[in-house]
């Protein structure tokens, strides 16, 4: 049983492949009232996912509108994004038959459920251009930068308007605007191919032995509470464990490496990752050029990662949670959707 729909309020959803957020406002309440996130792999529990949307509202508090975006598409339990598209609408309209859902697209307008499932494409990965839409209204010169779990959004601003090259998750790549790296679940080998070791450089193993979670754990920027995915080896979240994971990657152990060997590990790691999105950060300002934002906006549960990548780029930063709260900041897409539909529904655009 759902928690009973308020008049006025909006819910917001990002579905990922490995996360799900949510959001609620009310009216013309511009501060969250509520926002969560939830684990949850898709390619492994896609058949559970309208139960867990329903758990996620009643959490909330339901409502009678529902504004959805997502990138669950790209999960490779789905042939296409076509059929991940469909059945994420699918999940939503058996999960909530009383409310209406709207689908945000890469344009910046909301569809329909039928008209989403035609034009699957036009709404396939457009949360971050719900944020950056958002985004824009208070910082008309900026640069988006959200740094996730998994990948890194690098959007342009100029004027009040969103001046993204790419509108795909494709030619997002190759425009610089989405670097396929996060402060989570990336694999450490998907970021290095070789450590510093005994004064000289170690190759790396191509395995899933550590993730980039376990470089933060150990460097102390992350907590235990926030290593929110799952551990490669099934163990725990320690600085030890995550240590132990880290030594793996040199096919050792911490019997046979120090906490001097793990630390400098730990931090070439961390220092080729914060290049990676320093790059895209270049690539981006390269092609605006002259007119270049100078401040980078900060979101999401790498902030941290966000804020080292947006320095080095020489930027100024600014964390968005300034504007959004903790909690809105770390789920961005989820408040601006709910936003952007809320307004649509009190004046029209």
């Not at 941290?304 to 990548?309: D, E, G, I, T, Y």
């Not at 909690?327 to 897409?333: H, I, T």
Request: hydrophobic content about 45%; proline content about 4%; some cysteine.
């Amino acid at each position: 049983m759902h928690a009973k729909a308020s008049a006025g309020a909006v819910l917001g959803w990002d579905v990922g492949g490995a996360n799900i957020k949510v959001a609620r406002i009310h009216g013309d309440d511009r501060d969250p009232q509520a926002v969560l996130e939830q684990v949850f792999p898709v390619w492994r529990e896609r058949d559970r996912l309208p139960s867990a949307l329903a758990e996620l509202a009643d959490r909330v508090g339901c409502a009678p509108a529902m504004a959805v975006t997502m990138t669950a598409e790209l999960a490779d339990c789905f042939a296409t994004k076509r059929d991940g598209v469909g059945f994420v609408i699918g999940a939503f309209t058996a999960a909530f038959p009383g409310s209406k859902i709207w689908v945000y697209g890469v344009d910046g307008r909301f569809r329909s459920v039928d008209e989403a499932r035609d034009r699957p494409y036009d709404v396939a990965a457009a949360n971050w251009m719900a944020s950056a839409t958002l985004v824009a209204r208070a910082n008309p010169d900026a640069l988006f930068l959200d740094v996730g779990s998994t990948t890194t959004d690098i959007i342009p601003i100029l004027t009040g308007r969103v001046v993204a090259e790419g509108c795909t998750d494709t030619s997002r790549l190759r425009a610089g605007e989405l670097v396929y790296t996060g402060c989570l679940r990336t694999p450490v080998c998907a970021i290095v191919r070789w450590v510093p070791l005994g004064g000289g450089r170690c190759r790396v193993a191509a395995e899933h032995f550590a993730v980039a979670a376990d470089v933060y754990r150990w460097l102390g920027q992350i907590d235990e509470a926030a290593y929110t995915c799952e551990t490669p080896d099934g163990r725990g979240r320690s600085r030890s464990e995550a240590g132990a994971r880290l030594a793996r990657m040199v096919c050792a152990d911490l019997e046979t490496l120090g906490e001097d060997d793990l630390t400098a590990i730990a931090r070439h790691v961390a220092n080729a990752q914060t290049a990676q999105i320093a790059d895209g950060i270049r690539q981006v300002k390269q092609r605006i050029g002259d007119r270049a934002p100078r401040v980078a906006l900060l979101a999401g549960s790498g902030a941290f990662l966000a804020r080292a990548a947006a320095e080095a780029a020489g930027l100024a930063t600014r964390d968005l949670a300034g504007e959004l709260g903790a909690a809105g900041a770390l789920a961005a897409p989820a408040v601006a959707v709910a936003h952007l539909l809320s307004d649509l529904l009190c004046t029209g655009r």
